[in-house]
């Protein structure tokens, strides 16, 4: 089912925005695990103690400011912009534009293309995450050697993928369900974003936590990943969320009607 010569299609059409973002990602990772040392910490710590409401979460250590600050902002907005530009771009958009008739005219079936995309789709969000890990772990021990607990970083990075797989999941199965790319957008964007805006809200006030039970950002629990708690089920359900996404795509593909 899969095809290397599209593979290899999609790596170049793909390769702009894939440097942009994972570039992006590794220097925010790199700049997050220089500049604050556990000194500078205690400042913003104490400067921000008075304050009514803490947009800083946790920062008493460098692994909690990473995980609440990096991991639940940066590499969740990129990676979720990155996914909703792929996903659109990888079914949607090319029957939208027509290309789709091209790719179908040759040898390959519905199902090596969409087979093929996801490899892709899942392959380069790997890659990203790999970089972020590589990066973070080289300039955590090149500046602050020993400050990094490596086990509690690679699983927040794990983590952080197995989320944003879902989310990849979620973009995908909607451009493969629609012809129209604006359709797709709507769809796979607005779930996007809604799960990232009732994240945000639900830790606002306590009268909003009843929204943490409609977004699947908190399945990526990153304090139970610091304080060693439980949170293999919530990543497993990420995990098996993708699988389910992704075949769903492939079926809808493989038996829509398509305009080309």
Known sequence: MFNMTLFTHFIKSNIKVFSIIAGVLSLLIGIVMSVFTPDTMHEIAQASKDAPVNPLGDISTLIAFVANQYFGNFALIFAMIYSVIIGNKMIADQVDKGSMAYHLSTPITRTQYTFTSIIYFVSSLVVMFALVFVVGYGVAELVQPGELPVETFFMLTLGSLLLNLAVSGITFFASCLFNRSSHSLALGA???????????????????????????????????????????????????????????????????????
């Open 190 to 260: 607005g779930l996007t974003v809604f799960f990232f805006a009732t994240n945000m809200l639900s830790g606002m006030n306590e009268s909003l936590e009843i929204l943490k039970n409609v977004t699947i950002i908190t399945l990526f629990d990153s304090n139970a990943i610091i304080q060693s708690g439980s949170y293999g089920a919530q990543l497993i359900i990420l995990l098996g969320l993708t699988l389910l996404l992704y075949l769903m795509g492939i079926a809808v593909f493989k038996r829509k009607d398509l305009a080309l």
